[in-house]
C-alpha cells in the first residue's frame, strides 16, 4: 500500500519560507508524476505544483517565482520550497502521486489526475 507522509509545516510570519517534503513508501518518487495540493477552509482544493518523472515542472500562477518543487531519487521524496509567503498561502497542503501505469497527466495540476494522498500538514502565514 502507497503511503506518502508529509512533512515541514508550520507557522511563520508574511515574507517567510518554509520547506514541506512529502516521504513515499511502496512508491517510487521518480516514476511518475507528483503534485503538491492545498485547501484552505471553505475552499476547493487547489494545485499548486507539480513534477514528472523527467523533472518537468508546473505551477499554479499564485505561486510562481515563490515556490519551487523538487524531488530527491535517492531518498524518495518530494518537495516543496516556499518563500516570501503570504496570509493567502495559509492551507493544509497535501502530497499526491498518480500511478505509474496512468502515464503522463493531461492536467497535473488537477486532483483526478492522482491516485494517491497523504494526510497534509497544516502551513499558517500570519502578518
Known amino acids: 500500500q502507497v503511503q506518502l507522509v508529509e512533512s515541514g509545516g508550520g507557522s511563520v510570519q508574511v515574507g517567510g519560507s518554509l520547506r514541506l517534503s512529502c516521504a513515499a513508501s511502496?512508491?517510487?518518487?521518480?516514476?511518475?508524476?507528483m503534485a503538491w495540493f492545498r485547501q484552505a477552509p471553505g475552499k476547493e482544493r487547489e494545485g499548486v505544483a507539480a513534477?514528472?518523472?523527467?523533472?518537468?515542472?508546473r505551477y499554479a500562477d499564485s505561486v510562481k517565482g515563490r515556490f519551487t518543487i523538487s524531488k530527491d531519487n535517492a531518498k524518495n521524496t518530494l518537495y516543496l520550497e516556499m518563500n516570501s509567503l503570504k496570509t493567502e498561502d495559509t492551507a493544509m497542503y497535501y502530497c499526491?502521486?498518480?500511478?505509474?501505469?496512468?502515464?503522463?497527466?493531461?492536467?497535473?495540476?488537477?486532483?483526478?489526475?492522482?491516485?494517491?494522498w497523504g494526510q497534509g500538514t497544516q502551513v499558517t502565514v500570519s502578518s
Open positions: 511502496r512508491y517510487s518518487v521518480s516514476s511518475a508524476c
Open positions: 513534477i514528472d518523472s523527467d523533472g518537468n515542472t
Open positions: 499526491a502521486a498518480r500511478a505509474r501505469y496512468r502515464g503522463t497527466p493531461i492536467w497535473p495540476l488537477r486532483a483526478d489526475e492522482y491516485n494517491y
